[in-house]
């Protein structure tokens, strides 16, 4: 089940918005974000809209929505679905005509809703990535652009043919980066350390607020350069973002990690704020 809002418009199911003439579709000047709702809850939601206006207006859009008006979208999509429901919310911008450089006057907007589970909070296994993060005056790293994604993908299948769920990857200079879609941290001896926002991957939202909860409930928190060998040392680690929002690395390689202290405070810190702040009214 799932609603698109595209002109003015809710259609139901998977519309086909997108044509063989689209820039879009041959040149890939998409961007978009993920919200979540989940137990009545949408954290952060305004703060995701926001970010896919800043992305479109990034690689050359003129986004026509403001992050005000998509919040409002999102929520009225949210109510067409049963209270509680675990959604998936994903804005996106486009352009519709252009070449190279796309057409900022031919923008397009829709917002896709639909049923995506939270992942369970089993843990994940993790192995290092053949390819790196871009370098920032390389490619357009500050927007999330679905161009960006391809070099994910292949590092990421090649680990899960390999028995892994996820890459670390690292940055141009050797540093830990991230996860293949997830900010990273991990703690050592009750310290919480995670690789310094240095524009190679994305400065995530969620990462943003685990940081602020972290360091509210008086745990250390440093952003700094972190090294391949500082996460296999790791007394535990773990892995933040929109759609699975907290995760426990449990293996790294062929080493098992502990979900450990730390990882379940920040969980229950997170969806304490989620459900103090974020409640929907329905």
């Not at 690689?59 to 429901?85: C, H, M, Q, W, Y």
């Not at 996106?92 to 006057?105: H, L, R, S, T």
């Not at 990421?156 to 879609?181: C, H, K, Q, Y």
């Not at 310290?191 to 745990?219: E, H």
């Amino acid at each position: 089940m799932s609603w698109t809002f595209y002109q003015d418009k809710w259609l139901s199911g998977n519309p086909k918005i997108l044509g063989p003439l689209s820039q879009a579709m041959w040149l890939g000047s998409m961007v978009f974000d993920g919200a979540r709702a989940f137990e009545n809850t949408v954290p952060d939601l305004e703060l995701h809209m926001a970010r896919v206006v800043r992305s479109a207006l990034a690689i050359g859009l003129n986004p026509n929505k403001t992050a005000t008006e998509i919040t409002e979208i999102a929520l009225d999509a949210v109510r067409k679905f049963p209270a509680g429901s675990e959604l998936y919310i994903r804005p996106m911008f486009w352009a519709e005509k252009g070449g190279a450089v796309p057409d900022a006057d031919s923008t397009q907007f829709a917002l896709c809703t639909y049923r995506e589970g939270l992942p369970p909070d089993e843990g994940f296994s993790a192995t290092l990535s053949s390819l790196r993060r871009p370098l920032p005056d390389t490619m357009v790293t500050g927007a999330k652009a679905s161009c960006l994604y391809p070099a994910i993908g292949q590092p990421l299948a090649a680990a899960r043919r390999s028995g892994f769920d996820t890459i670390v990857m690292l940055d141009p200079w050797d540093n830990l980066a991230e996860f293949a879609t997830a900010n990273l941290f991990l703690v050592r001896n009750g310290v919480v350390y995670t690789p310094i926002a240095n524009a190679t991957y994305l400065n995530g939202i969620t990462r943003q607020r685990v940081i602020k909860l972290l360091t509210d409930d008086g745990i250390d928190v440093v952003e700094t350069r972190l090294r391949y060998h500082d996460l296999e040392q790791a007394d535990e680690a773990f892995s933040s973002g929109n759609h699975a929002k907290l995760q426990p690395m449990t293996r790294l390689n062929s080493v098992p990690f502990k979900i450990g202290p730390v990882y379940k405070r920040i969980r229950k810190l997170y969806w304490e704020f989620a459900h103090n702040t974020a409640l929907l009214s329905l």
